[in-house]
Structures are given as structure tokens and as C-alpha cells.
T-cell receptor, first 115, second 109 residues
């Protein structure tokens, strides 16, 4: 149980375009979803926390207008990277948890390359 | 100071060795602690989580928390080449997770 999927697994786009990444909880209702960014050989950097039906809470230094997060249902959250630039190239990972559970379950990640 | 500190390694051991991975943390409010394993280009996978101080064992893995010294450990017995990965420790408080930088482990056949 506790399976989280992400789509796409990798994407290449041109600078200036927008990219949407989907995160789905397949066998549980995710009341909270987290979006992380990970650079090569570095740890996870939390970008934002989203609770179903409410606005995401962004970490300091993360531009909310650039990284749009929507958590419209208990099984789906999306991250849209708007007007992507090469420096946005990274590994984006979502995770999900339900209720007051203390553990989160990660998706497989999406590798974004902006040319 | 980061909330959770972890030696990045890499740590290289022969197959069958006992591996000890460690983290320290600064936030005394952490109640839960987790260990995740991350293979290259994959999302982290939850290995174990513990509440408060004490030990928890699951197969070849033992997680240990010492809240008095703010020290958390993961022991791997009879290590296998398939255990080669990056191991991330994390503390949890108020719906937020704080990760260490990860320790890269290489188990040589």
C-alpha cells in the first residue's frame, strides 16, 4: 500500500514554456502533499506543502508565482513550473501523507531539463 | 545550523559487513524519526520510522533514537550490494519533515 505516482517521469522543454507535473496517491487519500526539489548529490529541498482544498504553503525563497501548486482532490496534486529557465532543471519529487500520520510516501520523481 | 546533520559519505563496506549510519538533530521538539533509502534517479523509499527514544528492528535493519543526545542511527546487518544507495534520515514535527543531506553507501561484492 501507500503508492504515489508521478507523471511524467522526465520532461525536456524549451526555455520560456510551462511544464505541469502530476502527483497521485493511488491507494490512499492524501490530505497533505509535499513538493521537493533535489539537485545532484544533494538532499531534498522542500518547496511547498499543500493541503487538499487550500492554498499551498511555500518555503522561504520559493517563488509561488513560478511554481504553481494545486491540490484539488485527495488523490491529485500538480506542480506547474511557469516560464521555465535552464536553472529550473532539477529532479522534482512529490510525497503524500494522510491525516495525522507521521510518515510520508514519495513518488518516483520527475526529471526536468530546460533547454 | 541545519535541523538535521548527516555525514554525506561516501561509505564503502564489503558485503556482509555491519553498517552504521548516523544523524544528529538540533530540534528537541522532534517526536518521530525516519530513515529513507534512495536509489539513484529514484524517489526515496521509507525504510523505518520510530517514535521517541529506543530501538526498532525490521529484518536486517535496526533504527535507534537517543533523544538525550539528539542522535539517530540506522544499522544494517549482513549488508548486501543491493543496499548500495543514499540513506536519508529525517525528523518530523508539526506536519513538516526535516531531512539530513543523505549518506551514500556502497556495498562491495
Amino acid at each position: 500500500g501507500a503508492v504515489v505516482s508521478q507523471h511524467p517521469s522526465w520532461v525536456i522543454c524549451k526555455s520560456g514554456t510551462s511544464v505541469k507535473i502530476e502527483c497521485r496517491s493511488l491507494d490512499f487519500q492524501a490530505t497533505t502533499m509535499f513538493w521537493y526539489r533535489q539537485f545532484p548529490k544533494q538532499s531534498l529541498m522542500l518547496m511547498a506543502t499543500s493541503n487538499e482544498g487550500s492554498k499551498a504553503t511555500y518555503e522561504q525563497g520559493v517563488e509561488k508565482d513560478k511554481f504553481l501548486i494545486n491540490h484539488a482532490s485527495l488523490t491529485l496534486s500538480t506542480l506547474t513550473v511557469t516560464s521555465a529557465h535552464p536553472e529550473d532543471s532539477s529532479f522534482y519529487i512529490c510525497s503524500a501523507k494522510w491525516g495525522a500520520q507521521e510518515t510520508q510516501y514519495f513518488g518516483p520523481g520527475t526529471r526536468l531539463l530546460v533547454l | 545550523q541545519k535541523e538535521v546533520e548527516q555525514d554525506p559519505g561516501p561509505l564503502s563496506v564489503p558485503e556482509g559487513a555491519i553498517v552504521s549510519l548516523n544523524c544528529t538533530y538540533s530540534n528537541s521538539a522532534f517526536q518521530y524519526f525516519m530513515w529513507y533509502r534512495q536509489y539513484s534517479r529514484k524517489g526515496p523509499e521509507l525504510l523505518m520510522y520510530t517514535y521517541s527514544s529506543g530501538n526498532k528492528e525490521d529484518g536486517r535493519f535496526t533504527a535507534q533514537v537517543d533523544k538525550s543526545s539528539k542522535y539517530i542511527s540506522l544499522f544494517i546487518r549482513d549488508s548486501q550490494p543491493s543496499d548500495s544507495a543514499t540513506y536519508l534520515c529525517a525528523g518530523y514535527n508539526f506536519n513538516k519533515f526535516y531531512f539530513g543531506s543523505g549518506t551514500k553507501l556502497n556495498v562491495k561484492p
